[in-house]
């Protein structure tokens, strides 16, 4: 069995929960989760957990987004994508008058900062225990509460209408599909995305990203174990911990998950309260710990034992 996490490059036409199914065939293992839905027609970063590394998959969820999206004005679907049913569209040349290259850079630079958004109907979101996509299938609509999310940045890359290039960077929760739509709306000219490539989650960038197909032919390979080469051990995604080593004295402690005091281990004196990692003497890691100066002690955040 693996554990810890590996940067799946998400190819268009999975759910994220395809990857997961077939990745469990291809690294013969059962315990493995996503960090979060992307859309079956998005591409791109999708972090995947393995073994105790699953623990971490709220974690990464909650990590900031880098996307590239394409934006088509002048047509509105009821998936807010172009997969969608058309719900309505105008002429090329009405997008032209009504979305001059000064207005849209405008109309964009006010979603930055934070903002609310309605979640779209085909979503994963639950409304009193069901999916919107499932009530969506059936033609229901309806209502969803407005959440607040966070556009760190915007930048416009490419503009040749009707379609509109760009990169953002925003927080949790955000879809891109929404803010096309929205975005349009303020244009007057209605929009949709056209493609979405996801290239960052939190640390997991496109560079290290691997496919499935890539992942199965290295399984099947003459050495398999040449697959440990994509997957980040789980304390990596803590790197900005301390390293702890217990001894022998607190090993009792830490396997428990109960406090250890700083006596027992080689954190240095005055050391900053904060996240730790904790570690045996042989650098086996264990667990995360939270160390409080004012008492000398580490008390469990999350346990990681196999």
């Not at 109960?258 to 264990?286: E, W």
């Amino acid at each position: 069995m693996f554990h810890g996490m590996m940067t799946i490059y998400k190819e268009a036409g999975y759910t994220s929960s395809d990857v997961v199914a077939r990745l469990r065939g291809i690294l013969h293992m059962k315990k493995i989760g996503h960090t979060g839905t992307l859309d079956p027609d998005a591409e791109g970063v999708l972090p995947v957990c393995l073994g105790n590394g699953t623990k971490l998959c709220e974690l990464i969820a909650d990590r900031d987004k880098e996307y590239t999206a394409v934006m088509r004005l002048g047509v509105q679907t009821d998936t807010q994508d172009m997969s969608g049913e058309i719900k309505g569209c105008i002429p090329a040349e009405e997008v032209v008058r009504l979305a001059p290259e000064e207005k849209i850079r405008e109309v964009m630079a006010a979603f930055t900062g934070k903002i609310s958004q309605i979640p779209p109907m085909y979503s994963a979101v639950k409304v009193n225990g069901k999916r919107l996509y499932q009530l969506a299938r059936q033609g229901k609509t309806v209502e969803r509460a407005a959440r607040e999310i966070t556009i760190y940045e915007m930048e416009i890359q490419k503009i040749e209408l009707p379609l509109v290039t760009f990169r953002v960077r925003c927080s949790k929760g955000t879809y891109i599909r929404t803010l096309c739509s929205d975005i349009g709306e303020k244009l007057g000219t209605g929009a949709a995305m056209e493609h979405l490539l996801r290239t960052r989650v939190g640390r997991f960038t496109l560079s290290e990203a691997i496919t499935l197909d890539e992942a199965e032919a290295i399984m099947k390979s003459d050495d398999p174990e040449k697959i440990r080469g994509y997957i980040l051990p789980v304390d990596d995604f803590f790197e900005e911990a301390p390293r702890v080593h217990v001894e022998e004295a607190g090993m009792r402690y830490l396997l428990n998950g109960n406090t250890v005091r700083r006596k027992m281990t080689d954190l240095a004196p005055g050391t900053q309260d904060g996240y730790v990692r904790m570690y045996d003497r042989n650098d086996k890691f264990y667990a995360l710990y939270r160390y409080d100066g004012s008492s000398d002690e580490m008390k469990s955040v999350k346990m990681f034992l196999s």
